[in-house]
């Protein structure tokens, strides 16, 4: 019942041969995801992670062509980790978006994580989405 955040394959870095320049998961002043520190080995109780609320940042990606992306969460869940491994690698997330360019793991509320997947969009119900936007939008 984890979530893993990713880019959606029609999200505009993945669309337009961007090149990303930085990942900050620094979100305020006095907030980093960095800071996330979880523990616990039940998954019931993981201390420390920080809550999250659909429209929680996770983090900005900026290109090289100086746009600037906010990541959200989309679900409401505690913070389990962040993929730290985007901040030196961020073509993780343009190569490899739906596994090492993952952007963090979320988990929902036990009794939130049935709602929650039953409105998710299957991958053939995404796709029959993508291709109704792209006809409306030419």
Do not use: M, W
Request: positive net charge; glycine residues 6%.
């Amino acid at each position: 019942r984890i979530c893993v955040i990713t880019l959606a394959e029609a999200h505009p870095l993945l669309q337009s041969g961007k090149t990303i320049k930085n990942i900050n998961y620094q979100i305020s002043a006095n907030c980093s995801r960095l800071q996330n520190k979880v523990s616990g080995k039940s998954k019931r109780v993981r201390l420390g992670a920080q809550f999250l609320t659909e429209l929680a940042p996770l983090c900005r990606i900026s290109s090289s062509d100086g746009e600037e992306y906010t990541i959200y969460s989309c679900i409401r869940g505690r913070l389990i980790e962040v993929n730290e491994n985007i901040l030196s690698n961020p073509a993780l997330l343009q190569e490899k978006p739906s596994t090492e360019g993952y952007i963090a793991v979320v988990l929902p509320k036990f009794e939130e994580s049935k709602s929650i997947t039953q409105g998710l969009l299957t991958q053939k119900e995404y796709e029959e989405v993508l291709l109704k936007r792209r006809s409306s939008a030419s």
